[in-house]
């Protein structure tokens, strides 16, 4: 069962995007510096279709993007929640997944999301603005997981990240 702890609309997680994050808890992953520790406990709010449809009613027309930060202890259920906002939003909204795993788990369908981001934190290599970073940002098309982490490097570059 997922949960999560808060939500804030952001602007830099998915670049070109008006993206409302959801933080999940219970992360496995224990990164060292990790800027969420608290996000490693189980705790908070269940996130489940009925907690979707309440966080989209109220800032639906708001976003173009629903981004699951976390949610590696069940990427099941965070592959079966995009699919949710995907069907009820008739494809209007996009979803991204930011992983703190590697490589995608096994059984696990990328299509389901339009954007996913893969990638223990590793402090001396940076984040995802880092040149130097492990972590790497995929747009998914056509079952094709495309890299776009470079978009990251130069905020004004947006442009980039919008060509297909």
């Not at 976390?70 to 939003?89: H, T």
Request: aromatic share 10%; hydrophobic share 35%.
């Amino acid at each position: 069962m997922l949960r999560f702890l808060s939500y804030n609309i952001v602007f830099q997680e998915v670049p070109g995007e008006v993206t409302l994050a959801i933080n999940l808890s219970n992360c496995p992953n224990g990164c060292k510096g990790c800027h969420s520790p608290h996000l490693q406990e189980d705790t908070g709010e269940i996130i489940d279709e009925k907690a979707i449809d309440k966080l989209l009613a109220r800032y639906g027309d708001a976003v173009t993007c629903i981004c699951f930060m976390g949610g590696d202890a069940d990427p099941q259920a965070v592959e079966r929640l995009s699919r949710y906002v995907r069907k009820i939003s008739s494809n209007r909204l996009k979803t991204a997944w930011y992983s703190g795993k590697p490589k995608l788990p096994e059984d696990f369908a990328a299509s389901s999301f339009d954007y996913i981001k893969l990638g223990p934190y590793v402090a001396r290599l940076g984040g995802l603005d880092s040149p130097d970073t492990n972590q790497r940002f995929y747009r998914v098309e056509d079952g094709e997981m495309k890299d776009l982490t470079t978009c990251f490097w130069n905020k004004y570059d947006v442009q980039r990240f919008d060509a297909k």
